[in-house]
């Protein structure tokens, strides 16, 4: 039972390097996140996608593109990336049929942009 | 703008010890309350999650409260033990319809043998 899966774990990067991080759940839901987590700031939400073929702007957007490929799959791309860009990168799924509406976290993936 | 936050952010109890972790947010209008388990270097774990029209709920050695009207939330752990030592996050839906949980910055917990 995978549940919310991330790829790659950990990158480095150099400053106007372009990547893609990954991300699939198992458990068909229609609704998924992507968020930041920097030190002393919490999650921040960067881009959701509410169901297949929708994707809609969070709290902090700027720098990131995202691509819902198919119900399963969620893609964050930084085209160009910087140094603020340095942070703990966490893809989330839910599904609001359910009576809980839980989120569910995949394991991150560290990126260092230097 | 709901804002979140989290007192204390840092707690270090012996083990046994029955303690409490406060998560306070600015506005009322939600549609629930989520706690969170973060282990360093890992993802987050659903530990609670509490609907709107809710007082509270149970997880084993796990109590979580919430009061909508004043903006508060608690999350009760009774008999703490070493494996309870991690970052408590709650999130607060906002009734936006889409889910879009704003975060606390968390309370690190450290229980001590």
């Known amino acids: 039972n995978a549940g919310v899966t991330q790829t790659p774990k950990f990158q480095v990067l150099k400053t106007g390097q372009s990547m893609t991080l990954q991300c699939a759940q198992d458990m068909n839901h229609n609704s998924m996140y992507w968020y930041r987590q920097d030190p002393g700031m919490g999650l921040r939400l960067i881009y959701y996608s509410a169901s297949e073929g929708t994707t809609d702007k969070g709290e902090v957007p700027n720098g990131y593109n995202v691509s819902r490929l198919n119900k399963r799959e969620f893609s964050l791309r930084l085209e160009s990336a910087a140094p603020s860009q340095t942070s703990v990168y966490f893809c989330?799924?839910?599904?609001?049929?359910?009576?809980?509406?839980?989120?569910?976290f995949g394991p991150g993936t560290r990126l260092t942009v230097t | 703008k709901q804002e979140v936050t989290q007192i204390p952010a840092a707690l270090s109890v012996p083990e046994g010890e029955n303690l409490v972790l406060n998560c306070s947010f600015t506005?009322?209008?939600?549609?629930?309350l989520q706690w969170f388990r973060q282990d360093p270097g890992k993802g987050l774990t659903s530990l609670l999650l509490i609907q709107s029209s809710q007082r509270e709920q149970t997880s084993g050695r796990l109590n979580a409260s919430l009061d909508k009207s004043s903006g508060r939330s608690t999350l009760y752990i009774a008999a703490s033990q070493p494996g309870d030592s991690a970052t408590y996050l709650c999130?607060?839906?906002?009734?936006?319809?889409?889910?879009?949980?704003?975060f606390g910055t968390g309370t690190r917990l450290l229980v001590s043998p």
């Open positions: 506005d009322s209008a939600i549609y629930n």
């Open positions: 989330a799924s839910s599904e609001k049929a359910t009576s809980s509406y839980e989120q569910y």
């Open positions: 999130a607060v839906d906002p009734n936006t319809g889409f889910q879009k949980l704003v």
